[in-house]
């Protein structure tokens, strides 16, 4: 069974940082991608970023240039940078893995973004 931990998720003030971390229970090079979703309550979950197994990057058009998803591979653990935070930003974020046969999410982190 994969498990995923997120961590860092907070209150900041917009223009401000934060960073989030998740924790996969199996090598992330295993999986086809790993990434980032957030949800607002009464919508769709929506992508963030990935990063495939060969290290591509693709990010949702309103977050690129303010976040920034890398991984340490020898550790397991996914990351997100967000900088330049805007109150739109505001959401559960969860973190996702994803191999031939399943998507396996985590418990997500909540991310308030004061205006």
């Known amino acids: 069974q994969v498990r995923l931990v997120e961590s860092g998720g907070g209150l900041v003030q917009a223009g401000g940082s934060l960073r989030l971390s998740c924790a996969v229970s199996?090598?992330?090079?295993?999986?086809?991608?790993t990434g980032w979703y957030r949800q607002v309550p009464g919508e769709q979950r929506e992508l963030v970023a990935i990063i495939t197994s060969g290290g591509t990057t693709n990010y949702e058009e309103a977050v690129k240039g303010r976040f920034a998803i890398s991984r340490e591979i020898g550790k397991n653990v996914l990351y997100l940078q967000l900088n330049s935070l805007k109150h739109e930003d505001t959401a559960v974020y969860y973190c996702?893995?994803?191999?031939?046969?399943?998507?396996?999410w985590g418990q997500g982190t909540q991310v308030t973004v004061s205006s």
């Open positions: 199996r090598s992330i090079s295993s999986f086809t991608f």
């Open positions: 996702v893995a994803r191999d031939r046969w399943n998507n396996y």
